[in-house]
C-alpha cells in the first residue's frame, strides 16, 4: 500500500479489506466531473422540491447537514467533517467492491465512496454504483440513527454470510455490465455482457447462498426502501434518491408497490436498469424482524450442518 492511501484511510478499515481502500482521484480538477456535480446537483435540488412530501424527512435533514457545495465536487476530508460527528468515516475504493467487502467496511462504520463519477448523458439515472450514489444516496441517511444502526446492524450479518461461486460469477458479471454501459459502450459488448449477466442471474435464483439472500434483503431496503404502507410512503433508499428517473417512477409509474416482508429474499435486481418492483415497510422495525428470521433460518441451517459433520464423524 502506498504512503499515500496511508495517510487517507481510516485507522478503522479491517486490515482484511485494506486493499480495497484506494487514494481518491481528483475529482474536484477534473472539468467534466465538475460539469456532473454541478448539473446532478441543480437537478437533485429540483427533484427534491417536485416529490416534496414523498421524501422521508429524515432523507431531507441529512441533506441539509452535509452542506454540498453545488459547485465542487467534495473530498473525503470534507464529507469526514461532517460524518465524523456520527461516529462513521469515509474512504474511497474503486466502485463496486464484492459484497463481503462492503459489508466488513460497514460493519465497521467505514462509508466507501466510489471515486468514479457518472458522465453527463446519466444524470438522471446512472447504471454502475458512483460517487454520486454514495453521497447523494446514502450518506443523508446515516444522519438518522433508526438508518445507521440498521444498516450496521445488517452489515454485521452480511460480512458472516455464505457464498458460493454463482455468486462470483455474479459479482463479476454485474461489474462488467455496468462498466461498459457507463463508458456507453456498444450495443453489441452491452447485448453480450447482459446475456452474461442474465446467466448468472438465473443460476442463483433457485436456491440464493446467504451472501445472495442478505444482499436482496439490503437491495429492498437500503437500496430500493420505501417508508410507509403501500399506497402512502415516501422514497429514502440510496438508488431512488441517486437516480431520479428511479425516484419519479417509484412514486408517479407503473411500479408495483408491495409489502416489505421475507419474500425480497426471492427477488434479485437487473443490474443497471430500471426496476418495477419496490417494497414499502411500515417502519424500520420490518427491516429488523425479517432480518431477525432470516438470521434464525442461519442459525437453524448452521446447527443442522454441525449435527450431519457430528453424524458423519
Known amino acids: 500500500m502506498s504512503t499515500g492511501c496511508q495517510e487517507i484511510m481510516s ?51 441529512g441533506f441539509a447537514r452535509l452542506e454540498l457545495d453545488p459547485l465542487r465536487v467534495p473530498s473525503i476530508p470534507e464529507i469526514n467533517s461532517r460524518i465524523e460527528a456520527i461516529g462513521w468515516t469515509a474512504v474511497s475504493v474503486d466502485g463496486y467492491v464484492p459484497s463481503r467487502v462492503y459489508a466488513t467496511l460497514l460493519a465497521a462504520r467505514v462509508f466507501p465512496i466510489a471515486t468514479f463519477m457518472r458522465g ?85 435464483r433457485e436456491a440464493p447462498s446467504e451472501e445472495a439472500a442478505l444482499g436482496r434483503i439490503f437491495l429492498w431496503s437500503i437500496e430500493f426502501g420505501l417508508i410507509g404502507t403501500t399506497n402512502e410512503f415516501r422514497l429514502f433508499g440510496a438508488a431512488l434518491m441517486s437516480s431520479h428517473q428511479e425516484g419519479r417512477l417509484a412514486c408517479h409509474g407503473d411500479a408495483q408497490i408491495c409489502s416489505y416482508s421475507m419474500d425480497v429474499i426471492q427477488h434479485d435486481i437487473e443490474f443497471s436498469n430500471l426496476q418495477y418492483r419496490y417494497y414499502a415497510a411500515n417502519d424500520y422495525g420490518v427491516f429488523h424482524q425479517v432480518l431477525t428470521s432470516y438470521e434464525s433460518r442461519m442459525a437453524s441451517r448452521r446447527a443442522e450442518e454441525r449435527r450431519d459433520v457430528a453424524s458423519n464423524a
Not at 484506494?22 to 441543480?42: D, F, V, Y
Not at 440498521?150 to 454485521?156: E, G, H, T
Not at 462488467?176 to 453480450?192: F, N, V, Y
Open 11 to 61: 485507522d478503522r478499515v479491517p486490515p482484511d479489506v485494506a486493499r480495497y481502500v484506494i487514494a481518491p482521484h481528483a475529482l474536484a480538477e477534473n472539468l467534466g466531473a465538475a460539469r456532473t456535480w454541478q448539473r446532478m446537483m441543480t437537478a437533485h435540488v429540483k427533484m427534491l422540491h417536485e416529490l416534496g412530501d414523498r421524501i422521508d424527512p429524515a432523507y431531507l435533514t
Open 120 to 204: 453527463e448523458h446519466h444524470i438522471d439515472y446512472a447504471p454502475a454504483p458512483d460517487l454520486v450514489h454514495d453521497v447523494l444516496g446514502h450518506l443523508p441517511m446515516l444522519f438518522d440513527p433508526r438508518h445507521r444502526a440498521y444498516v450496521q446492524r445488517l452489515a454485521q450479518v452480511m460480512k458472516m454470510a455464505q457464498g458460493n461461486d454463482d455468486d462470483q460469477r455474479l459479482y463479476e458479471a454485474n461489474r462488467h455490465l455496468s462498466t461498459l454501459m457507463s463508458r456507453c459502450a456498444s450495443s453489441e459488448e452491452i447485448g453480450m455482457a447482459e446475456a452474461r449477466a442474465r446467466r448468472a442471474r438465473m443460476a442463483a
